[in-house]
């Protein structure tokens, strides 16, 4: 059986990870699952899901760990057979990350790399009301969810990379300069675990 590529890419919101996905997902042939696409998905289906999604979201705030997980696993069945899967936006809290990898345990797959786009505050907050004005998302559009946001990433998301360094599979790639460069770095880290 071949081996099925897991990579994680992670960072602060507006730091990139949609942008480079695109590319990571083009060259390397992966499925890319983003549960922030999967949920604005399910909010624009008006599902249940969606509806208590939404208003979690509205507020900045996290969705609920196994409801996330249920979904994620959905996905992984349906795509098991890939080249492998790019998670972006995934794990988000250390509990996410254990029970990606029991999850994986039990199909009998790993995580290969975890990437950790960076960014500084003020480039974060430009990015994300630049990306408001281009796109129309509307969690991107108010200042006040934004640092919000971010806090939450800083107190919830950031101590996953520490749970991913101590398992020596975080990589930290700074996620400011010219997209191609960045995205010559990150092939640099994915090559290394193909």
Known sequence: MKKMLNIAIFGAPGVGKGTQSAFIEKKYKLVHLSTGDILREEIAKESNLGKMAKSYMDKGQLIPDDVIIDILEKKVDENIKSEGILYDG???????????????????IKLDSFL????????????LINRAKDSGRSDDADVNVIENRIKV????????????KKEGKCVEINGIGKVEEI????????????
Do not use: W
Request: glycine content about 2%.
């Open 116 to 127: 950790c786009l960076t960014a500084d505050h003020d480039t974060l907050v430009k990015r």
């Open 183 to 194: 995205f010559d770095n990150i092939c640099h880290e994915i090559d290394k675990v193909k």
């Open 90 to 108: 995934f794990p988000r809290t250390v509990n996410q990350a254990k029970a990606l990898d029991k999850m994986f345990a039990k199909k009998g």
């Open 153 to 164: 990433y800083n107190e919830s998301t950031l101590p996953v990379a520490d749970f991913y």
